[in-house]
């Protein structure tokens, strides 16, 4: 067939450079001169993991106004150099740590990590800016309070989770939590947790690796912030005894979502790819797996209706998500816990596994094709300890799994009469509280 | 500069080749020329529905098995249904692209049908638009654009009126396949690591011996010229209050199109088919976002085949008042009208769009459908120039454009108002039906 030589190859020790700078920062470099631009991505340690429940949201607010002004740049100069240049920076926080990303054309990289460098070691916190920004974040949040998806997500993540687990909150915080979070606040979280202590800067694209490793250190090597703080424990969850339920009616609705599961493992765990593998028969491979086949095609239930684990750092949500109309609800919940039982009662065929297996090594073509798909795996590496031959020996350890790995991932995680099953829908359907 | 090379087989298909060998990948994708802008009331949202009886089997390949198949080997398969095209891709590891070739040349044809699967897909697609309409936003655009449109097919959106979804029948979606689904109405590119010579004969091999259909006739009715602005207002349950402005604008393939997209991204951002920049440093993110009328503002022109509309929506405060934010456009409006933009302002836009470019043609899969969408339009030039195109554009084009396009009498005004709980408390809305069962 059609098929010539290309220059690809896989990302691994053998081509990525990793350097670590004498204050800890790792950063790693990879070239790729098929495209005109760079993707940079980069992590601190400085999430919404080390908030209290009270300020919700100061994690998130502190990432999102570092780019409203520096010591260095207003906002003005600030957009001005970015948007001069056609570039991209985005500063956001997550549960554990805040990431940064951004894109240029290949020339306009040093403008990209300059940027990074001010807004990281000296925002302003300028008040005006601040508060426009709480603005439009209370108003996303009002959206966000009208939206079923996003109800029902909180409903299961409140009561699948602890009120002392990071995992019980939204990094956006609420409307009760973002007006109460004050700059000195904002000054002092940043102050605490904004260092270079596993801080990550990942860069490709058509650039040179001695180059940017030199503008990173330029920019970067002289920064210190003591009593830089661990990542803390996180605790224990314990499954309820017996399956949980949560509605929210909101007015106005005509579609029902239903997001519910349980917990599945961190991305540490030894079973981690037997549990993603399990996963994509139950709910990714082929039209969302298993329950897609059950929900949509077989009983045409539901536009979507699939799973996905969400494995991060502490053991996360294995759950099932589908939007279905209001009456169908309590059956869609029926068809999707007969398929988590099906996947404790037998193994998986030989066939869904060798599948599967194919699926997960065959798409890394397609994956590593741009620069943002290298950055993702790229930081992935580093920031789950995977060893940059990750990718490289990825094709062995998904072939390394059996049958029974998989049997034995869902047995563990799975408990379809422990679940937590959360509905957000119209508030005047009788069937939708179930 | 263009590598790209056109074919016209026998039977009429276009075939448009690309080699890239970065990465030993394959995008293909098959256009079919129609989309919702061919129906008529009675049929809105049947090109979408057809799309989706496309994943529903043919005889050779039943229904979910190219879904396994496409998986088992990495790929990515997927289908979109827009105003003016229906049109399907696979990107495949380069060994495999066999399987997309011999899949889409299958279903050009041989597409099944079934009546349980056409029952079991109504309600899957009602589901899908009731997804939508959880959306304040749906219901806003929707109204916009019917007020916009009264004759064209613009007028409807892509998914269809609720009620064509419950009466359309199954002789109706065949009938829409058998009339548009044919070698002479479909456009398939590919882009990727492929020798081209072997690829076209691979290509004529397998849908050569396709017949050509008869000549297609497509439904379309041009839109009389708009005598006055319009307004629609929508009230339902919503975070805010929205406002959407729309002014009729020219097809992509009309010369103030490229003129049209420059004003856009002085006032809105730089923006292509949907995906922009960020647009801080914008006239209208200085006129409403910092004087906090608003939270956002974002400007759209899609490009389409026949005129559509130039839509800026912004999203209010929630104690946010329309009017004001209204009158704060108009006056950055009537500012680009009377011809205030520099040629410094314009040097940025073009920097802009250059950057927007690169970023949305990294992977094979968007090259191809930027391909195939452009040669819908009337040829892949229109994409492969799009540079060289806003490069061309004078100033005193742009300000031509301006001022004949941003006229108040040629729009219509979207005014979303929230309706939460009955006070019009937004929190009461929220709190008040939660709790476990």
Redesign the interface.
Known sequence: ????????SIPGAHNITRAVLDNGIVVLVYENH????VVMSASVRAGGQFEPPEKNGLASLTANALLRGTARYD??TI??M???????LDIGGAVHRVNING???AEDLPLLLDLMADSMRQPTFPEDHIE?LR??L???????????RYRASR?FRE?LFPADHPYHYSTSGT?DTVPNISIDDMRAFHARHYGPAGMVIVIVGAVNTDQAVQTVRERFADWYTPDQPELPSIPTVTLPTTT????????????S?IIMGTLGPSRFAEDYLAALLANSVLGQ???MGRIG?SV?????????ASSQLDASFAPSPWLVSA???PKNVELTVEKIIEQLERLIDEPVSEQDLA?NQ?????????Q?????GLVGSIINMEIYALGLDHLVNYHDKIYALTRDDLHAAARRYLKPDQLVIAVSGP?DTPAN?? | MSNVTRHILDNGMTVLLK?V?????ISWWVLYKVGSRNEHTGITGISHWVEHMM?KGTPKYG??VL??MV??????WNAQTSMDYTAYYE?L???H??LALAAEADRMVNAMFDMEEV??????????R??S????FFWLGEEVQAASFRVHGYHHEVIGDMTDLHTMTRDDLFGHYKRHYAPNNAIAVAVG???SA??L??INAIYGAIPAGEPVKLFSRPEPQQQGQRTVTVE?????SVIQVAYHSPAATHPDYFALQLVNSVLC??EMMGGG?????SRLYKAL??T?LT??VDGSLYPTIDPFMYAISM????DGDADAAITALDSEIDRMRAGEITEAELA?AR??????F??TT???TTQAFYLAFSESMGGFEWFENYLDQLNAVTLEQVKTAAATYLRPQNRTVGILIP???DGND??D??D??????
Do not use: C, W
């Open positions: 067939m059609a098929v010539t030589t290309t220059k690809q098929a495209a005109q631009s906002f003005d957009n001005e970015l948007e001069s240049s056609g570039a991209d894109k240029a054309l426009r603005g439009e209370i108003t996303g949040l009002h959206f966000q309070m009208q939206n079923t409903a009561r409307l949980q339920r949560a509605f929210v009616g909101l007015a106005g609705k005509t579609q979502d491979f082929g039209m086949a949509r095609e077989k009983s045409g239930l539901a536009y979507y939007g279905v109309n599948q194919s699926y997960y090594t065959g798409r890394l073509p397609l590593l094709e741009s620069n943002e508030a509280g179930g | 080699e060998h970065n990465a030993p990948v994943f229904a979910g879904d396994k998986d088992s080997i990495g790929g990515s990107t590891p380069a060994e692209i066999g029952e079991s897909e109504r309600t899957v697609i009602i589901s899908e009731q997804g309409e959880n959306s304040p690591a492929f020798d072997e690829m004969a691979q339902r349950p919503s975070g805010s951002g730089a920049l960020e647009n801080k440093t976002v910092m906090e939270a956002s999203v209010l405060l929630p940025r920097k802009q769009a250059r950057a927007l690169a970023y990294e992977r094979v309706t939460n709980g937004l929190n809305a929220y008040d039906e939660e709790g476990d069962d």
